[in-house]
């Protein structure tokens, strides 16, 4: 059984390389910022419109991890 927070983590945030919802989260838990995970990906560097996305993604992860 599958549950939306399956279906979450494959969502593609970015559609260039194809980079999805948990492998961005996975990279953020490993310590990686922003520009790490666009390294690592290649995310950020097509046609930027994912910046905003996954920008505000990785906010709302860093709000968790204070929680």
């Given at each position: 059984m599958t549950t939306e927070?399956?279906?979450l983590?494959?969502?593609v945030?970015?559609?260039c390389s194809?980079?999805?919802?948990?492998k961005i989260?996975?990279?953020?838990k490993q310590g990686l910022d922003m520009e790490a995970i666009s390294s690592w990906t290649?995310?950020?560097t097509g046609c930027g419109g994912c910046e905003w996305d996954i920008a505000q993604f990785?906010?709302?992860?860093?709000e968790l991890e204070k929680e």
């Open positions: 927070n399956d279906n983590a494959d969502e945030m970015c559609s194809g980079t999805t919802r948990g989260q996975s990279l953020f290649g995310t950020l990785l906010k709302e992860l860093a």
